[in-house]
């Protein structure tokens, strides 16, 4: 059995240490009515000085969107290669433990997404777009998109072996990633730690992932 690294357990319990206290802190300092339709924003003073200065961006929104698809479409794509390894294959244990632990990933990220969207609400968004007041923390956007384009990195370095190939693939991936990060954050639907959060979010998502897969961070 292949032995997990050390500092892997580490950096897994110091990203989760991390986005709680980020959370709390959001939740609990500098918390002023300044929101849309007066609604509570924690850490008001960064928050609404970044948003008065950036505003709302439409043209950026959409190229987050775009962005987003892309990542979207790469999450299937490993979900189409786990489940034919596992139909070749015929059996969970059979299929390889790096895709295994990804399809975990996903739930994972999904359900921190279900989580903070319908259950705990930190904040809502700076604007109101079609649905009315809608949870803003964390950018989920930005989580899934770390999530997904990180995890994505550690798959090419696994199954691609023309090194050209793998040079490019992790490249665009970082690529997808940087601009969902800059466009969600000036297209003005977060706040400044809600983008923040979602990257915290992210990077614990995928130091977990990491230590159950048996690789380094």
């Known amino acids: 059995m292949k032995r997990i690294p050390r ?3 580490t950096t897994a319990l110091l990203m989760t240490f991390a986005a709680v206290l980020l959370t709390i802190l ?3 300092v500098d918390v002023q009515p300044l929101g849309v339709e007066g609604t509570n924003i924690g ?3 960064i928050n609404t000085g970044f948003f008065a200065k950036y ?3 439409e043209t950026f929104l959409k190229i987050s969107k775009v962005a987003g698809i892309i990542c979207f479409a790469t999450a299937g ?4 290669f786990f489940l034919v390894q ?5 059996s969970l244990s059979n299929v390889d433990r790096n895709l295994s632990v990804l399809m975990l990933l996903y739930i994972l990220t999904a359900s921190l997404y279900l989580l903070f969207d319908k259950v705990l609400i930190i904040n809502y968004r700076p604007v109101i777009l079609d649905k009315g007041l809608e949870s803003s923390y964390p950018s989920t ?4 998109a770390w999530v997904v384009m990180v995890s994505a990195v550690d798959q090419w370095n696994i199954y691609i072996k023309n090194e050209t190939l793998k040079t490019v693939l992790t490249a665009c991936s970082f690529l997808v990633l940087l601009v969902v990060i800059v466009t969600r954050l000036l297209a003005g639907v977060h706040w400044l730690t809600d983008i923040v959060a979602g990257v915290v979010f992210g990077d614990m998502l995928i130091a977990w992932y990491r230590y159950a897969a048996g690789r380094k961070h």
């Open 77 to 80: 794509g490993f979900g189409v």
């Open 43 to 45: 850490l008001a003073s």
């Open 55 to 57: 505003g709302h961006n």
């Open 141 to 144: 956007h930005t989580m899934i």
């Open 7 to 9: 500092e892997s357990l």
């Open 26 to 28: 959001v939740k609990t």
């Open 86 to 90: 596992l139909i070749q294959r015929k």
